[in-house]
């Protein structure tokens, strides 16, 4: 009969130990490369679930049809926004060199921005125009189309709005802040150091000077004076002039038809088929790359829009705004 406290015994023992402890081992990294394998496949759903979202998939086919061009002015005009220059000029040359394009719609959803930004667009739409005469170019007044916005669209054959649109604003504006009482009262002693005896011109951080706010207000009555030449030139024996037409005042889509400031009611929609005689609408507008939408999707931008927004309101700037 066996000795249950033999050496055998116990070296049997020792390998059922050992083999239990290895089979658990190899249980827990199967269930670890199970779950890897799971996370992995969940992560390229999820990657293929965005790629779906952000990326175009249409085929040029349906270009290849008469249509109606349409591109997007969406939002504050600026160099680095959606509304720029770069991205608009883009779009229309775009939309015009197309041969199966009818019309084109610049559909505007803008309180305005960059005069700079406004006036090349403007400039490219006359030069567009001239050079495809066949081809017309309707603005289609959404929400709303203000300073900037109405810079733009002055450039159009035709302004089509909403009753209750938002149109106008023809004026400029440099703003910013006077941070000189809050540095008394925190005793912050402002240095500012200049070669050139205006080259503090409008500091934040330093008392006004009358001199440079009689400067700035040239300035700003001549790039005034570039947007009311812009509008007449645009709209013409259309406008009916008023005293606060180029106030800065904004009106109704029902009252700026009324003014000459637009034409006649209209949408996307009813300008493509009524007007345009091609009811298929197909956007030009310059899309964001992948990355870009994702970023924007998650809200990675926010805080250096908040920021960009503060330094610029901070420092001043001029907008057609």
């Given at each position: 009969m066996d000795n249950p406290q033999s050496p055998n015994n116990d070296s049997a023992w020792e390998r059922k130990v050992l083999e239990k402890l290895a089979f658990a081992a190899l249980d827990e990294q199967r269930a670890r490369r199970r779950w890897g394998s799971f996370f992995k496949a969940l992560g390229f759903v999820y990657l293929l679930v965005v790629l779906i979202a952000v990326v175009d998939w249409g085929s040029g086919a349906e270009h290849q049809v008469r249509h109606t061009a349409m591109v997007n002015l969406n939002g504050v005009i600026e160099a680095k926004g959606e509304a720029?220059?770069?991205?608009?000029?883009?779009?229309?040359?775009?939309?015009?060199?197309?041969?199966?394009?009818?019309?084109?719609?610049?559909r505007i959803n803008s309180p305005g921005g960059s005069p700079v930004q406004a006036g090349i667009v403007n400039d490219e739409i006359r030069r567009l125009r001239g050079k495809h005469p066949d081809k017309p170019l309707y603005a289609v007044v959404?929400?709303?189309c203000a300073s900037g916005g109405y810079y733009?669209?002055?450039a159009a054959d035709n302004i089509y709005v909403n009753k209750a649109s938002i149109v106008g604003s023809i004026g400029v504006l440099m703003d910013g802040f006077g941070f000189t009482g809050t540095m008394d009262?925190?005793?912050?002693?402002r240095r500012l150091l200049t070669a050139g005896e205006n080259k503090g011109f409008l500091d934040p951080f330093s008392p006004q000077a009358p001199q440079h706010k009689a400067h700035a207000q040239l300035l700003l009555d001549d790039i005034h004076k570039q947007f009311i030449d812009v509008v007449k030139t645009g709209?013409?024996?259309r406008?009916?002039?008023t005293p606060e037409m180029y106030s800065g005042l904004m009106w109704t889509g029902a009252q700026s038809i009324q003014l000459g400031l637009a034409d006649d009611y209209g949408s996307v929609d009813s300008v493509a088929r009524d007007v345009i005689k091609a009811d298929k609408v197909l956007d030009y507008s310059v899309q964001d790359n992948i990355a870009e939408r994702f970023a924007k999707r998650l809200g990675a931008s926010t805080f250096a829009g908040f920021w960009k927004g503060f330094s610029e309101s901070a420092l001043g700037n001029v907008r057609l705004r």
């Amino acid at each position: 009969m066996d000795n249950p406290q033999s050496p055998n015994n116990d070296s049997a023992w020792e390998r059922k130990v050992l083999e239990k402890l290895a089979f658990a081992a190899l249980d827990e990294q199967r269930a670890r490369r199970r779950w890897g394998s799971f996370f992995k496949a969940l992560g390229f759903v999820y990657l293929l679930v965005v790629l779906i979202a952000v990326v175009d998939w249409g085929s040029g086919a349906e270009h290849q049809v008469r249509h109606t061009a349409m591109v997007n002015l969406n939002g504050v005009i600026e160099a680095k926004g959606e509304a720029s220059a770069e991205n608009l000029v883009t779009a229309l040359n775009a939309a015009f060199e197309e041969k199966n394009v009818a019309g084109v719609i610049l559909r505007i959803n803008s309180p305005g921005g960059s005069p700079v930004q406004a006036g090349i667009v403007n400039d490219e739409i006359r030069r567009l125009r001239g050079k495809h005469p066949d081809k017309p170019l309707y603005a289609v007044v959404e929400d709303m189309c203000a300073s900037g916005g109405y810079y733009v669209a002055a450039a159009a054959d035709n302004i089509y709005v909403n009753k209750a649109s938002i149109v106008g604003s023809i004026g400029v504006l440099m703003d910013g802040f006077g941070f000189t009482g809050t540095m008394d009262k925190a005793g912050v002693e402002r240095r500012l150091l200049t070669a050139g005896e205006n080259k503090g011109f409008l500091d934040p951080f330093s008392p006004q000077a009358p001199q440079h706010k009689a400067h700035a207000q040239l300035l700003l009555d001549d790039i005034h004076k570039q947007f009311i030449d812009v509008v007449k030139t645009g709209r013409g024996k259309r406008l009916k002039e008023t005293p606060e037409m180029y106030s800065g005042l904004m009106w109704t889509g029902a009252q700026s038809i009324q003014l000459g400031l637009a034409d006649d009611y209209g949408s996307v929609d009813s300008v493509a088929r009524d007007v345009i005689k091609a009811d298929k609408v197909l956007d030009y507008s310059v899309q964001d790359n992948i990355a870009e939408r994702f970023a924007k999707r998650l809200g990675a931008s926010t805080f250096a829009g908040f920021w960009k927004g503060f330094s610029e309101s901070a420092l001043g700037n001029v907008r057609l705004r």
